[in-house]
């Protein structure tokens, strides 16, 4: 299998971001912190409900709590 191209967001803070990587049939998903963790898979529908998610702010009440 041929390795993912990770690739973080322009604004990332010192290493603590989401990576994301294109995959075969979709979107893989890591912690920044944790190159060798867990690794989200997602297909393209799926990545693009979630990211339109994102940019609309339906999250930040999520993000405040933690």
């Known amino acids: 299998m041929t390795p993912l191209a990770w ?11 989401v ?3 294109a995959a075969p049939g979709g ?3 890591r912690d ?7 690794v989200l898979s997602f297909d393209l529908r799926e990545f693009a ?3 339109a998610g ?3 702010g339906d999250f930040d009440d999520l ?4």
């Open 32 to 38: 920044s912190k944790d190159p060798n963790g867990p």
């Open 7 to 17: 690739r973080t967001a322009k604004d990332c803070n010192m290493g603590e971001c």
């Open 54 to 56: 994102v940019k609309a």
């Open 19 to 21: 990576e994301v990587a």
């Open 63 to 66: 993000l405040e709590t933690l």
């Open 49 to 51: 409900v979630f990211a």
């Open 27 to 29: 979107v893989a998903v």
